[in-house]
């Protein structure tokens, strides 16, 4: 399985930008895909993430109301729509998938991430104030 993100940039506070995981391989051993995110000096913390089957999501409640994820089955693709964005947001956002693991009802929203397997190179995104 490969997890590849796009769509990172540096963008002016309330700007909005989306980002893109592109996943290839044994897709359909995957439960959810996640996004995590890591600024400089702290520690990764999830984002948001959403359900391959259902599309039920769960969000850091942080981002609730600027932060939509969602996902494209047919491209094994998932979007993150970062809208009213926020110098706080800067950080390297990194893409997940789960796979084989314990089925739930919606994606945890733990921000170790243990549950995911394969992450992505990370896009960086920078707000600028």
């Known amino acids: 399985v490969q997890v590849v993100e796009s769509g990172g940039g540096l963008v002016q506070a309330g700007d909005s930008l989306r980002l893109s995981c592109a996943v290839s391989g044994r897709t359909f051993e995957s439960h959810y895909m996640g996004w995590f995110r890591q600024a400089p000096g702290k520690e990764r913390e999830f984002v948001a993430a959403?359900?391959?089957?259902?599309?039920?999501?769960s969000y850091k409640e942080s981002v609730k109301g600027r932060f939509s994820i969602s996902r494209d089955n047919a491209k094994n693709t998932v979007y993150l729509q970062m809208n009213s964005l926020k110098p706080e947001d800067t950080a390297v956002y990194y893409c997940?998938?789960?796979?084989?693991?314990?089925?739930?009802?919606?994606?945890?929203?733990?921000?170790?991430?243990?549950?995911?397997?394969?992450w992505g190179q990370g896009t960086q995104v920078t707000v600028s104030s």
């Open positions: 997940a998938a789960e796979f084989l693991g314990v089925a739930v009802t919606a994606p945890p929203t733990s921000d170790e991430g243990d549950e995911y397997v394969y």
């Open positions: 959403i359900m391959w089957n259902s599309g039920i999501t």
